[in-house]
């Protein structure tokens, strides 16, 4: 089991890293990204401080640790700058913070993360059937989340997925210790958005393959 997306306190969670890749790991998770949040004003310290952290993680361990960054409530020309940045200096997974209900987004927020160089778009809220295709054309993630209020919009976005054939993801987007939820729980989630067994196992098998893809470079 794998979540590629979490933070620690060098953004808003409240964990270390190191603490919050040992709860993963003892939840039964096989990999995790730490994918703090990040623009213009700490995107350099926090890039160093992951990669830094990253690097130091036991690569012979029972848990992979991917260098990660989420792109967060940017103005829309900033997203490829931001993500070239980050790709550049060697980080493994881009997040879009997407078009969420439950947070003030500017409006074309999914449509610019898109457009960049990202991997996986979060909790896109109520996604249109066009930027649905700009992600299947691109191969970038959909998220299907755990957060609470973020995961209202589940089921529509699972249900675009699969009309359109966009690979979907299953994340935590944890922050504090209680968001950390086991692998059987966020298996929950995915049924509860209307995910079924085949459906779900495409979802691993896709995940698989981007996670081999990171390793192998």
């Known amino acids: 089991m794998y979540n590629l997306h979490s933070h620690s306190l060098l953004s ?11 709860r993963y790991m003892v939840a039964g998770y096989r990999a995790i990204a730490i994918t703090d949040h990040a623009d213009y004003s700490n995107i350099e ?18 848990l992979k640790v991917l ?8 103005p829309l020309n900033q ?4 993500a070239k ?3 550049r200096q060697g980080i ?13 987004v500017i409006k074309g927020t999914n449509r610019a993360a898109l457009e960049a160089d990202i991997d996986i778009l979060a909790h896109p809220g109520k996604i249109c059937d066009s930027d649905c295709l700009i992600a299947k054309k691109k191969n970038i993630f959909l998220e299907i989340t755990s957060r609470l209020g973020h995961r209202d919009t589940n089921r529509h976005i699972a249900t675009c997925a699969l009309k359109l054939g966009v690979r979907l993801i299953l994340n935590t987007d944890s922050h504090m210790p ?6 059987n729980e966020l298996m929950d989630v995915a049924r509860k958005s209307g995910l079924n067994p ?7 098998q896709d995940v698989g393959k981007f996670l081999k893809e990171k390793e192998d470079r």
């Open 85 to 87: 940045y980050a790709r």
């Open 92 to 104: 493994k997974v881009i997040i879009g913070h997407g078009e969420t209900q439950v947070e003030p």
């Open 45 to 62: 310290s926090v890039v160093r401080a992951i990669l830094e952290f990253t690097q130091h993680w036991p690569r012979e361990g029972k």
């Open 178 to 183: 209680e968001d950390i939820i086991g692998p």
């Open 12 to 22: 808003d969670g409240c964990l270390l890293p190191s603490e919050v890749a040992v």
């Open 198 to 204: 085949k459906a779900i196992n495409k979802i691993f």
């Open 67 to 74: 260098p990660g960054i989420e792109l967060t409530h940017l």
């Open 79 to 82: 997203f490829k700058p931001l």
